[in-house]
């Protein structure tokens, strides 16, 4: 049973143009979701979190929406660059944070950014 | 300030053998947790552990164990290696492991099973 669903394994785009990530979760006990970033051969790096009282977090050319009735979630990356090319997870946790450091990641989707 | 480090990077086992990964956390971060990561199942939460005692588990068979030292270090070991436990099994840190606290991880330990 996957509680958190990342239901396209790659997406390419053009350099600056918008990425557009997106997440599916199925249990509504989830509050607080990230996404991380990963290249091969090293672990993931964080790049962005919401909690669920929030729709919508920016940080410079992240942005992350949360829409709760859907049970869904989107990554937004404008301008898209070549360095951003990597595997991207979407996470999910309960209990208003990480809850004693467990996360339920999805799939992960593999972004590739052409120049 | 130095990152999450795991050890060792790569090692290769064969099925009924065990093996034992460490994980040394971010200074001053006191929650440790583990994961698996295999093609099918993605990544997949083992257990944590904060002040030397494990707070969380996920689902896995007993053969996975881990252990936290008092300086937060923490080992995990499998015991009786079967294929299927071949993974890349990542240690992340964090100050608390609750709350708005972002667990950061660790390059990983690639485990091969022959």
């Known amino acids: 049973d996957q509680q958190v669903k990342q239901n396209s394994p790659s997406l390419s785009v053009q350099e600056g143009r918008i990425s557009i990530l997106n997440c599916d979760y199925t249990n509504s006990m989830f509050d607080y979701f990230l996404w991380y970033k990963k290249y091969p051969a090293e672990g993931p790096t964080f790049l962005i979190s919401?909690?669920?009282?929030?729709d919508k977090n920016e940080d410079g050319r992240f942005t992350v929406f949360l829409n709760k009735s859907a049970k869904h979630l989107s990554l937004h990356i404008v301008p898209s660059q070549p360095g951003d090319s990597a595997v991207y997870f979407c996470a999910a946790s309960e209990g208003g944070g990480t809850s004693y450091g467990k996360l339920t990641f999805g799939q992960g989707t593999i972004l590739t950014v052409h120049p | 300030k130095a990152g999450v480090t795991q050890t060792p990077r790569y090692l290769i086992k064969t099925r009924g053998q065990q093996v034992t990964l460490s994980c040394s956390p971010i200074s001053g971060h006191r929650s440790v947790s583990w994961y698996q990561q295999t093609p099918g199942q993605g990544l997949q939460f083992l257990f944590e552990?904060?002040?030397?005692?494990?707070?969380n588990k996920g689902n896995f068979p007993g053969r996975f164990s881990g252990r936290q030292f008092s300086n937060s270090r923490s080992e995990m070991n499998v015991s009786t290696l079967e294929l299927g436990d071949s993974a890349l099994y990542l240690c992340?840190?964090?100050?608390?492991?609750?709350?708005?606290?972002?667990?950061?991880f660790g390059a990983g330990s690639r485990l091969t099973v022959l």
């Open positions: 919401i909690s669920s009282i929030k």
């Open positions: 552990y904060f002040s030397e005692t494990q707070r």
């Open positions: 992340a840190s964090s100050y608390a492991g609750t709350g708005a606290n972002v667990l950061t």
